[in-house]
């Protein structure tokens, strides 16, 4: 069965740099894209950073355009969030989401738990 | 940026009744659309994609309709399980973007 789980979040000053890791298991990795979505408490969603099945392409959201960027391994199963510049409305729960549909962009099927990042001095 | 907006954006109905929850896109999405759902603590759920596909192991209580700029979730026989936050995702033009969503309690 797909999992998902998010690691590396945590409290970061303001202009600091944080690194967030998905581990992913139980589906062949490399053939779908990958996604961030983030959640601030009590709001909704909102997608942040898409990356395709073999890394050639990715988008951005214009919050996150230039200071985020997305990368994954695919012989080690893993996508990663870079995050530099953070800002105190960065302070969200990120979850990485894995696309439905292997080479195609539809949807989200399965999603981590989720990791905490608080952007404060 | 193609902008999402649901309504209502929030609706408290019994067991066993009819609910739809509307999702207006600003521009033309063609199929793209998909719908979640969220419960307090959990991340979101996939419900339905490109309109009115069901996902696997979604109840059939759940359908989707739509086309063009307007789409519709519709929970047929609403069960006390349904409670929670709903919210459409468009998958046609980046930034990809998500409604504000529609929380469900069941009265």
């Known amino acids: 069965q797909v999992q998902l789980a998010e690691s590396g979040g945590g409290v970061v000053q303001p202009g600091r740099s944080l690194r967030l890791s998905c581990a992913a298991s139980?589906?062949?990795?490399?053939?779908?894209?990958m996604s961030w979505v983030r959640q601030a408490p009590g709001t909704g969603l909102e997608w942040v950073a898409v990356i395709s099945h073999d890394g050639t392409v990715k988008h951005y959201a214009d919050s996150v355009k230039g200071r985020f960027t997305i990368s994954r391994d695919n012989s080690k199963n893993t996508l990663s969030l870079d995050m530099n510049s953070l800002r105190p409305e960065d302070s969200t729960t990120y979850y990485c989401?894995?696309?439905?549909?292997?080479?195609?962009?539809?949807?989200?099927?399965?999603w981590g738990q989720g990791t905490l990042v608080t952007v404060s001095s | 940026d193609v902008q999402m907006t649901q309504s209502p954006s929030s609706v408290s109905a019994s067991v066993g009744d009819r609910l739809t929850i509307s999702c207006r896109a600003s521009q033309a999405i063609s199929s793209s659309l998909a719908w979640y759902q969220q419960k307090p603590g959990q991340a979101p759920k996939l419900l339905i994609y490109t309109v009115s596909t069901l996902q696997s192991g979604v109840p059939s209580r759940f359908s989707g309709s739509g086309s063009g700029t307007d789409f519709t979730l519709t929970i047929s026989g609403l069960q006390p399980e349904d409670f929670g936050t709903y919210y459409c995702?468009?998958?046609?033009?980046?930034?990809?973007?998500f409604g504000q969503g529609t929380k469900v309690d069941i009265k």
């Open positions: 139980g589906f062949t990795f490399s053939d779908y894209g």
């Open positions: 989401a894995k696309e439905r549909d292997a080479r195609a962009s539809t949807s989200f099927d399965s």
């Open positions: 995702q468009q998958a046609k033009n980046f930034p990809w973007t």
